[in-house]
């Protein structure tokens, strides 16, 4: 299979071309408000543009057509975050070498394994005109920011300087061929197959119990002995850390490899009936939990134009608003955690290595060869594989083996750069269903609009498994497992004002008992329902829930297993059991007994599995999922030995005994002066500060103390193994009153730039660590007496 880029390049171009005009033609423009501070002769809006910035750094863009107000987006995501939108763009397009040099063409390989090979015009096609338009006009203002910046060198980003590269200019037809190179959750496939070579599968429910419960099989031909971390092939060097340092914040956002059980990732929403709300309108409140620590994955902007009025989180690099409200409704998500990838096992012809076995005779592998450009060094070039199933991840002709992985990103129709666009653009639950059918990521939709309808769908794409393949373990790819389609939002659960007045999802296993496919699920790694069971207890509890109800609740962090933990507490007097005892759960920032908790679960996790699981197993179970770890201690069985109870006291008592001692190394002599925040602190770094330049350039935001762990609503993650510092959580926040939509709330940490210059660099930081919710103005009057600066965007002169 070969790429005849020319054509493509060529046909998009007219595609690009006949959606752009489709939806450009509009109403005149709004006339500016006032007069702008400043104004900008750009090519490609049809009209002015008017950009209002708030006292917090938000956007608000006014333009004539949709078309231009998408452009406005791009082109402010640039103005606020351009070292952020190239990385991101650089990385997905396999294009890093050229710009960093030879250490990144491993990188650049691995990406490019997951371009799309198929007909990409076809694709472009599919999009209704509109949102194709819109997407081009997002293109188009990013790269004018770029032209602006590259015209005057002044107002480069500081990485770039201090880098020696430029800005990479993007492409329509990179939304089509960019998918996104991810493991899924091949990683946990390999741990069972290794588990089970071992003879030891049951130990997976330790680190990843199965949601639904489901008995594990290893499919028919599986040789489970030959498996290793090794069939990962390029992505186990490709996609981890940068050579740079640590890996940045992902631009799109794809579901990552599942985490253990201890990172918890996942977020919280949830609606709110106008019968149980307190303002008698409905009410959408969401918290997506994303990596805390490096690049903010959320910029939050405020489009206007005819037949589109939508603000709030979008996350750089693709087009449209992720969580927000239009004029009409409210939307939200979580993660639904859909299994979305398998791998595959092929055996090689030993007299052809390019041909696998499949379907009872040899089938060669599609190949494309890649000329990678590299900084400095002549280009490489390299050759990529493809079987029947997805892309070939390792080729081991002295083995007689490849393994290849199948990804529903892969599959036609699998493009996350449209979705948004389509889901902002629709007016009603008929027309959001329509853009439901372009988007694959597996998420919880959350709904409710100015009508008073509120409730949930599931979307994103599900893979049709055939022979009786769970998607849990490495299966043979000689044709007998291979997927036999997919299918979407149509055949997905949803639920349309429930009867209690509310829903919610916190990444829970929330497919309906008496859904069709149970049969077969969707997904296993749904998350403990600890968040979920807080949220439900709350909501439960109030009659009229207000927004400042919505607001406290995100900021909650009671947790649930610490108040099991308590309960199971040995009577026997120790000076931890003893501070424990009485303690209600919650971890507060200033609260000693939550700092000497999440210690003591720590050690308790790495006590009970060194009991359990044997040396030559540790690895592969790092880590105790939090239902395990209270299961075992209140009720121990068989796995702790001949006397369990007696297994279970003496760990209890070890690890209480170390958890006092680890305190009071960490913390101090007195614990009446412990405090969990002064552990449990947030820090926010530059992704590249390893390099001395970058590190002096971006000082660090830093200092301020954190409550919460990884079971709280208000989600502050706590790292696995080492540190008790805040990884990972609720980085956006939002409430959203419908209808009312100026009361509506949010915080976006650190703040909107990038830029250490700005004054929203890190203005949202202090407000965020005290869980001070910001207004979002939306009305035209409350923006304009929010307005601290106007910028003008005019249509550049044609050149002659």
């Not at 699981?613 to 796995?639: F, K």
Request: contains cysteine.
């Amino acid at each position: 299979m070969k790429l005849d880029r020319r054509a493509f390049l060529g046909g998009t171009a007219v595609l690009a071309a006949t959606a752009t005009s489709a939806c450009t033609a509009a109403a005149p423009p709004p006339p500016p408000t006032a007069k702008p501070d400043r104004t900008t002769s750009l090519r490609g809006p049809a009209a002015p543009i008017e950009i209002v910035d708030d006292v917090r750094g938000v956007p608000h863009i006014r333009a004539a057509s949709k078309a231009d107000a998408f452009f406005g987006q791009g082109y402010v995501t640039a103005r606020d975050r351009l070292f952020q939108l190239d990385l991101g763009h650089r990385r997905t397009m396999g294009r890093m070498a050229e710009a960093y040099g030879p250490q990144f063409v491993t990188h650049d390989h691995a990406e490019r394994m997951f371009h799309f090979r198929g007909d990409l015009d076809a694709e472009l096609a599919v999009v209704p005109a509109d949102i194709r338009a819109c997407a081009a006009a997002y293109v188009a203002g990013i790269n004018a920011r770029i032209d602006e910046v590259i015209a005057d060198p002044a107002l480069l980003p500081a990485e770039y300087r201090i880098l020696g590269a430029l800005p990479l200019r993007w492409a329509l037809a990179d939304l089509v061929r960019a998918r996104g190179a991810e493991t899924g959750n091949v990683d946990d496939e390999i741990r069972r197959a290794r588990l089970a070579a071992m003879g030891r599968l049951d130990l997976d429910t330790l680190v990843a119990p199965l949601r639904p419960a489901w008995t594990l099989k290893v499919p028919d031909g599986l040789d489970v002995a030959a498996i290793s971390e090794d069939d990962l092939g390029i992505l186990n060097e490709g996609l981890g850390a940068l050579p740079f340092g640590t890996t940045p914040t992902p631009v799109r956002d794809r579901p990552d490899a599942r985490m253990p059980e201890g990172d918890d990732a996942g977020s919280n929403a949830w609606t709110i009936a106008p019968s149980r709300s307190a303002t008698g309108r409905a009410i959408l409140a969401n918290d997506p939990h994303l990596g805390i620590g490096g690049l903010a994955p959320r910029h939050v902007v405020h489009l206007t134009a005819p037949g589109l009025d939508v603000i709030g989180g979008a996350s750089p690099g693709l087009a449209g608003i992720m969580q927000g409200h239009t004029d009409r409704f409210a939307f939200g998500r979580t993660n639904s955690h859909n299994d979305q990838t398998d791998l595959f096992v092929l055996a090689l012809d030993p007299a052809d290595p390019e041909r696998y076995a499949h379907a009872g005779g040899w089938k060669r592998f599609d190949t494309v060869e890649e000329l990678i450009a590299v900084r400095g060094e002549a280009p490489q070039r390299v050759t990529i594989r493809y079987s029947v199933h997805g892309p070939v991840l390792r080729h081991d002709p002295a083995r007689r083996r490849a393994t290849a992985i199948a990804s529903v990103t892969m599959l036609p129709g699998a493009m996350d750069g449209f979705a948004m666009i389509a889901i902002n653009l629709a007016r009603d639950w008929q027309s959001l269903r329509e853009a439901f059918k372009l988007h694959p990521s597996p998420t919880n939709f959350h709904y409710a609009d100015i009508d008073g309808n509120h409730g949930w769908q599931v979307i994103g794409m599900a893979p049709l498994r055939r022979g009786g393949q769970d998607g849990l373990l490495p299966a043979p790819g000689d044709g007998r497992f291979d997927w036999g389609g997919r299918f979407g939002a149509e055949a997905l659960p949803r639920e349309c004002n429930p009867g209690k007045g509310w829903f919610a999802s916190a990444n829970q296993n929330n497919i309906p008992a008496d859904y069709p496919m149970q049969a077969r699920p969707l997904a296993f790694s749904f998350r403990e329902p600890y968040r979920y069971d807080r949220i439900v207890s709350v909501l439960a509890s109030q009659p009229r829930h207000s927004l400042a109800d919505s607001a406290a609740l995100q900021q909650d962090f009671v947790s649930l297993p610490a108040r099991e933990l308590v309960a199971l507490l040995p009577t026997r007097p120790s000076p931890a059991a003893d501070m424990l005892r009485g303690w209600n759960g919650e971890l507060g920032v200033d609260s000693g007994p939550a700092a000497l908790f999440r210690i003591l679960w720590r050690d308790l996790g790495n006590r009970l599995l060194d009991t359990i699981v044997p040396a030559a197993a540790r690895e592969l179970v790092p880590t105790i999922a939090a239902g395990e770890l209270l299961r075992l201690l209140r009720s121990p069985d068989a796995r702790l030995g001949a006397d369990p109870a007696a297994t279970r006291d003496h760990i209890f008592d070890a690890s209480l005994a170390a958890a006092w001692a680890e305190a009071t190394k960490l913390l101090g002599p007195d614990p009446a002066a412990w405090r969990w925040g002064d552990l449990h602190r947030v820090r926010i770094g530059h992704p590249l500060a390893r390099i001395p330049a970058i590190a002096a350039a971006f000082p660090p935001v830093e200092d301020g103390r954190s409550g919460g762990d990884n079971f709280t609503v208000n989600a502050r993650w706590v790292p696995a193994r080492r540190g008790y510092s805040v990884m990972g959580g609720a980085s956006y926040l939002q409430v959203i009153d419908v209808r009312a939509w100026d009361n509506s709330l949010y915080l976006n940490l650190p703040g909107q730039s990038a830029d250490p210059k700005s004054p929203h660099y890190r203005d949202q930081y202090a407000p965020w660590v005290a869980g001070t919710m910001q207004p979002l103005p939306f009305s035209r009057a409350a923006v304009d007496a929010a307005a601290r600066t106007r910028t003008l965007l005019t249509p550049a002169r044609p050149r002659r």
